[in-house]
């Protein structure tokens, strides 16, 4: 096989990568152990007191087959959603183009029980939209998930798509390829990588959805995991339980890994701009129409049903009271948590892609440590461990900004890794041969090469701290309530004017930030 | 924007840091939400001057944290929604004196005098005013086939679990596992909380469910509710069950004037009128008037069931809802 740009590269025998040195290994070792914290002391906590299993086997096949069916299901739908957005909110000459990429990710702030309440509201014999029965079950749940982490593979896929070479799509257009078989034979190889990201990120996080799944009547493992946390003093069955979904993800992360094609795509030729698709008639008409059913669908109806019942509650009387402070310490909290995340992400994201092999792939499999549990799982272990080993650190800020961070590194590091693996280590190699340090390398080449997979993962990060519920419970400082705690307990003594205009606050506050961030950074 | 950037950082980060020192403010574990007794609160560090730093949770997180916090915990005060939670952590509280225990009915406090309540929480079958089922009048008839498919139940919520664990104590944990394995094979329609089982009661989605009085008298505030109605079973079985939410002082506090001084207010008129007119749930001290649209609590068949005792058996009560598959 000649050599060519789409060839992958394997460091050749004999040849000593020293790229970054074991520097960059130490640095991700480190930013590795918070993600580890929440497994390894789930796992001493079930040695010291012991296992329990409060649901029968049977059951317990049930909960597993409904878990696998609905993960397998919401996966395969919203990375094709998120795949459909990112292509036609970056390749395509849309009005508002960036607008539209902003708009598509924002989704991801609502959280899973606001986003079903709102499909419980649309539907159901008093349904706003129509009239029907309310998808309960398998059907709502597969529904809302798929809409609603879209954006999860929309902002992973979004690096991934600006950084392909136009010349390899060119080069195929040129030999006479139609545009549908340019994007199947050299757009979606390419995007391997971003696409195996996305997947394991809509995968795993549907493994740990609580809130959809229960307002929704689905039966999972997380949904049992909750009720016996909730229903029990005693922890162990719950903690029994959590331990199996987590050996339950352990083997998805095997198996990824068994068939994981590091396709390192350098095509060693600058990168020329690309310009944008334009489209006319129909197609346009079409991708326009697609993009607003869904911006309809995953922002409009949301915001709709809160509105409703904030102006009926207004109406009624209902005093909402001041959010601002909620709505400054979510921001605050969320922020900060994203730029942590994003640096504890960035040398992991150098480790797996500059130095790949066997060790490097133990990296890449440790960073989901948190990730696919559920949060409230994730919040029991990590007191238990503060409690025990970090006391000075238990009910801090820091500590629950390093807890996020634990959480959520996979999704900073899934859009850094694709942002790197597609630029050619050959850069960095020239830089250092012609005479510049390591630092002064990784300021001007490698961070402006990673830059728009360290803000997609950013702005990843920002939107799942901003609603993120049941570990801000546990770990938070006394008196430090955010808008999604204001929305739950709102909500659960049915105080439903102030959770919707929590709500509505929520959205409103999480759009700017994102739109600065996404029209500046990952627009060209 | 970075230094807009850093002035939220720092903000956030002195708001919420201070508070661990040993003196300063009364620290209390609230399972009661924000919603329902943060006016209150308020009120009490106005009147009394005394600074309170409130954690607020669910009640029966509040109790494993306190739990696995131990000796050293922070709280002085843990206010929770339901008598299991604070029976789960009666180890950790001391005995309130007997000038505050007799301020209320000795059926709604500790036996040993560890928590006291605050205010009646009463189970009732909700029910939609233009269905014809027949009304329960036991809890047994809850379970009769002509309510298939027709009643909600929150199989998750604090409330159930408690009145599955005064069902143990009524009836054992037999004829509990019973009651429940009939409830499941009724085609029960399920729910996350009690809130919607009432919405979708008055909009006649469901016949009715199992619930607390308060949610309908809330849904009313809000505009709606009109549609539906509560019906307390009259047999005085667990069917009308009355929890009531409570305090109790952590043993190890180092604020006991300030808690005992928390303990008397929320036992006081002002807030036990607080709880009739706003939370719409039932004072229990004397002298102060029921709340609107109920029955007074006095009128209620509410069951004789030793609340110090539940703590005990809600775990039991969790695997055996689990166990009928309803979780």
């Given at each position: 096989?000649?050599?060519?740009?789409?060839?992958?590269?394997?460091?050749?025998?004999?040849?000593?990568?020293?790229?970054?040195?074991?520097?960059?290994?130490?640095?991700?070792?480190?930013?590795?152990?918070?993600?580890?914290?929440?497994?390894?002391?789930?796992?001493?906590?079930?040695?010291?007191?012991?296992?329990?299993?409060?649901?029968?086997?049977?059951?317990?096949?049930?909960?597993?087959?409904?878990?696998?069916?609905?993960?397998?299901?919401?996966?395969?739908?919203?990375?094709?959603?998120?795949?459909?957005?990112?292509?036609?909110?970056?390749?395509?000459?849309?009005?508002?183009?960036?607008?539209?990429?902003?708009?598509?990710?924002?989704?991801?702030?609502?959280?899973?029980?606001?986003?079903?309440?709102?499909?419980?509201?649309?539907?159901?014999?008093?349904?706003?939209?129509?009239?029907?029965?309310?998808?309960?079950?398998?059907?709502?749940?597969?529904?809302?998930?798929?809409?609603?982490?879209?954006?999860?593979?929309?902002?992973?896929?979004?690096?991934?798509?600006?950084?392909?070479?136009?010349?390899?799509?060119?080069?195929?257009?040129?030999?006479?390829?139609?545009?549908?078989?340019?994007?199947?034979?050299?757009?979606?190889?390419?995007?391997?990588?971003?696409?195996?990201?996305?997947?394991?990120?809509?995968?795993?996080?549907?493994?740990?959805?609580?809130?959809?799944?229960?307002?929704?009547?689905?039966?999972?493992?997380?949904?049992?995991?909750?009720?016996?946390?909730?229903?029990?003093?005693?922890?162990r069955p719950s903690a029994t339980l959590s331990l199996i979904l987590m050996a339950l993800a352990i083997v998805i992360l095997l198996v990824e890994r068994r068939y994981r094609a590091r396709v390192p795509l350098h095509s060693g030729r600058p990168r020329r701009e690309r310009p944008l698709l334009s489209l006319s008639g129909w197609p346009r008409a079409a991708s326009i129409s697609a993009l607003t059913l869904y911006i309809m669908l995953a922002l409009g109806l949301p915001l709709a049903v809160m509105a409703v019942s904030v102006f009926r509650g207004l109406e009624s009387e209902q005093i909402v009271g001041s959010l601002g402070a909620?709505?400054?310490?979510?921001?605050?909290?969320?922020?900060?948590?994203?730029?942590?995340?994003?640096?504890?992400?960035?040398?992991?994201?150098?480790?797996?892609?500059?130095?790949?092999?066997?060790?490097?792939?133990?990296?890449?499999?440790?960073?989901?440590?948190?990730?696919?549990?559920?949060?409230?799982?994730?919040?029991?272990?990590?007191?238990?461990?503060?409690?025990?080993?970090?006391?000075?650190?238990?009910?801090?800020?820091?500590?629950?900004?390093?807890?996020?961070?634990?959480?959520?590194?996979?999704?900073?590091?899934?859009?850094?890794?694709?942002?790197?693996?597609?630029?050619?280590?050959?850069?960095?190699?020239?830089?250092?041969?012609?005479?510049?340090?390591?630092?002064?390398?990784?300021?001007?080449?490698?961070?402006?090469?990673?830059?728009?997979?360290?803000?997609?993962?950013?702005?990843?990060?920002?939107?799942?701290?901003?609603?993120?519920?049941?570990?801000?419970?546990?770990?938070?400082?006394?008196?430090?309530?955010?808008?999604?705690?204001?929305?739950?307990?709102?909500?659960?003594?049915?105080?439903?004017?102030?959770?919707?205009?929590?709500?509505?606050?929520?959205?409103?506050?999480?759009?700017?930030?994102?739109?600065?961030?996404?029209?500046?950074?990952?627009?060209? | 924007?970075?230094?807009?950037?850093?002035?939220?950082?720092?903000?956030?980060?002195?708001?919420?840091?201070?508070?661990?020192?040993?003196?300063?403010?009364?620290?209390?574990?609230?399972?009661?939400?924000?919603?329902?007794?943060?006016?209150?609160?308020?009120?009490?560090?106005?009147?009394?001057?005394?600074?309170?730093?409130?954690?607020?949770?669910?009640?029966?997180?509040?109790?494993?944290?306190?739990?696995?916090?131990?000796?050293?915990?922070?709280?002085?005060?843990?206010?929770?929604?339901?008598?299991?939670?604070?029976?789960?952590?009666?180890?950790?509280?001391?005995?309130?004196?007997?000038?505050?225990?007799?301020?209320?009915?000795?059926?709604?406090?500790?036996?040993?005098?560890?928590?006291?309540?605050?205010?009646?929480?009463?189970?009732?079958?909700?029910?939609?005013?233009?269905?014809?089922?027949?009304?329960?009048?036991?809890?047994?008839?809850?379970?009769?086939?002509?309510?298939?498919?027709?009643?909600?139940?929150?199989?998750?919520?604090?409330?159930?679990?408690?009145?599955?664990?005064?069902?143990?104590?009524?009836?054992?944990?037999?004829?509990?596992?019973?009651?429940?394995?009939?409830?499941?094979?009724?085609?029960?329609?399920?729910?996350?909380?009690?809130?919607?089982?009432?919405?979708?009661?008055?909009?006649?989605?469901?016949?009715?469910?199992?619930?607390?009085?308060?949610?309908?008298?809330?849904?009313?505030?809000?505009?709606?509710?009109?549609?539906?109605?509560?019906?307390?079973?009259?047999?005085?079985?667990?069917?009308?069950?009355?929890?009531?939410?409570?305090?109790?002082?952590?043993?190890?506090?180092?604020?006991?004037?300030?808690?005992?001084?928390?303990?008397?207010?929320?036992?006081?008129?002002?807030?036990?009128?607080?709880?009739?007119?706003?939370?719409?749930?039932?004072?229990?001290?004397?002298?102060?008037?029921?709340?609107?649209?109920?029955?007074?609590?006095?009128?209620?068949?509410?069951?004789?069931?030793?609340?110090?005792?539940?703590?005990?058996?809600?775990?039991?009560?969790?695997?055996?809802?689990?166990?009928?598959?309803?979780?």
């Amino acid at each position: 096989m000649t050599a060519g740009p789409l060839t992958a590269r394997q460091p050749e025998v004999g040849q000593i990568r020293r790229r970054g040195g074991w520097g960059w290994w130490v640095a991700a070792g480190v930013a590795l152990l918070p993600a580890l914290i929440p497994p390894v002391s789930l796992l001493f906590q079930v040695i010291g007191t012991g296992t329990t299993l409060a649901v029968p086997p049977g059951r317990l096949a049930e909960l597993m087959l409904n878990t696998a069916m609905l993960t397998v299901a919401v996966t395969i739908t919203a990375v094709t959603i998120g795949l459909a957005t990112a292509w036609t909110t970056t390749r395509v000459a849309l009005p508002f183009r960036k607008g539209w990429m902003t708009l598509a990710a924002l989704p991801l702030v609502v959280p899973s029980y606001v986003a079903a309440l709102s499909l419980i509201a649309a539907t159901g014999p008093s349904g706003v939209i129509v009239e029907s029965p309310t998808p309960y079950g398998f059907v709502g749940s597969w529904l809302v998930l798929s809409v609603f982490t879209a954006p999860l593979a929309h902002l992973t896929l979004i690096p991934g798509l600006r950084t392909i070479d136009p010349a390899t799509e060119e080069a195929a257009t040129g030999l006479g390829a139609s545009r549908w078989r340019v994007f199947a034979t050299v757009t979606l190889p390419q995007l391997k990588p971003a696409l195996v990201s996305s997947g394991l990120l809509v995968g795993l996080y549907t493994l740990s959805d609580f809130g959809a799944v229960s307002l929704l009547r689905y039966d999972t493992f997380t949904r049992a995991i909750y009720t016996l946390y909730r229903g029990q003093i005693d922890r162990r069955p719950s903690a029994t339980l959590s331990l199996i979904l987590m050996a339950l993800a352990i083997v998805i992360l095997l198996v990824e890994r068994r068939y994981r094609a590091r396709v390192p795509l350098h095509s060693g030729r600058p990168r020329r701009e690309r310009p944008l698709l334009s489209l006319s008639g129909w197609p346009r008409a079409a991708s326009i129409s697609a993009l607003t059913l869904y911006i309809m669908l995953a922002l409009g109806l949301p915001l709709a049903v809160m509105a409703v019942s904030v102006f009926r509650g207004l109406e009624s009387e209902q005093i909402v009271g001041s959010l601002g402070a909620e709505a400054v310490r979510s921001l605050g909290v969320a922020i900060v948590a994203a730029l942590v995340t994003v640096i504890l992400a960035f040398p992991v994201a150098m480790v797996t892609t500059r130095r790949p092999g066997r060790l490097s792939g133990w990296v890449e499999s440790a960073m989901w440590g948190a990730y696919s549990l559920p949060h409230i799982t994730v919040g029991v272990a990590a007191v238990g461990f503060a409690l025990a080993s970090a006391r000075s650190l238990y009910q801090t800020l820091i500590y629950l900004v390093i807890i996020y961070g634990a959480i959520f590194l996979p999704q900073a590091a899934g859009a850094t890794q694709d942002s790197l693996v597609r630029a050619s280590p050959e850069l960095e190699d020239a830089s250092r041969g012609l005479g510049r340090g390591p630092v002064a390398t990784l300021m001007r080449v490698t961070l402006p090469l990673a830059w728009p997979g360290l803000v997609a993962g950013a702005a990843l990060v920002f939107l799942s701290v901003m609603k993120e519920l049941p570990a801000t419970l546990l770990l938070r400082p006394n008196g430090f309530e955010t808008l999604a705690i204001r929305i739950w307990s709102s909500t659960a003594e049915g105080f439903i004017t102030r959770a919707s205009a929590a709500g509505l606050v929520l959205l409103a506050v999480s759009i700017v930030p994102l739109f600065l961030v996404m029209s500046r950074e990952l627009s060209d | 924007m970075t230094g807009a950037l850093a002035v939220m950082v720092v903000s956030t980060a002195c708001g919420a840091g201070d508070g661990s020192e040993a003196e300063g403010p009364l620290v209390v574990y609230s399972g009661r939400s924000e919603e329902l007794v943060g006016p209150l609160i308020e009120q009490f560090e106005t009147e009394s001057g005394i600074g309170v730093e409130i954690r607020y949770g669910e009640s029966s997180e509040l109790a494993a944290t306190l739990l696995a916090e131990g000796e050293e915990t922070e709280a002085d005060v843990f206010f929770a929604q339901d008598p299991a939670s604070l029976g789960a952590a009666a180890g950790l509280m001391a005995s309130l004196p007997e000038e505050t225990l007799e301020l209320v009915d000795a059926r709604f406090r500790d036996r040993d005098g560890s928590w006291i309540g605050t205010s009646g929480r009463v189970r009732v079958v909700v029910h939609n005013t233009d269905t014809d089922l027949p009304l329960p009048q036991t809890i047994d008839e809850a379970v009769d086939p002509a309510w298939a498919g027709q009643m909600g139940v929150a199989p998750t919520n604090g409330s159930f679990l408690a009145f599955v664990s005064a069902m143990i104590l009524e009836r054992g944990e037999d004829g509990t596992r019973a009651w429940l394995e009939a409830l499941a094979a009724n085609d029960p329609v399920e729910f996350d909380g009690n809130a919607p089982i009432v919405e979708a009661t008055d909009t006649g989605e469901l016949g009715g469910g199992l619930v607390n009085h308060y949610y309908l008298l809330r849904l009313r505030a809000e505009g709606q509710g009109n549609n539906a109605e509560n019906h307390f079973i009259p047999a005085g079985d667990v069917g009308s069950l009355v929890m009531p939410a409570g305090v109790g002082i952590m043993t190890n506090t180092d604020s006991p004037e300030a808690a005992q001084e928390f303990v008397d207010f929320l036992l006081a008129e002002e807030a036990q009128t607080f709880f009739a007119t706003e939370t719409f749930e039932f004072p229990l001290i004397d002298g102060v008037p029921q709340p609107d649209g109920v029955p007074p609590l006095s009128e209620i068949a509410a069951p004789d069931i030793d609340l110090s005792e539940l703590a005990a058996v809600l775990d039991l009560a969790t695997r055996l809802v689990a166990e009928a598959g309803l979780v």
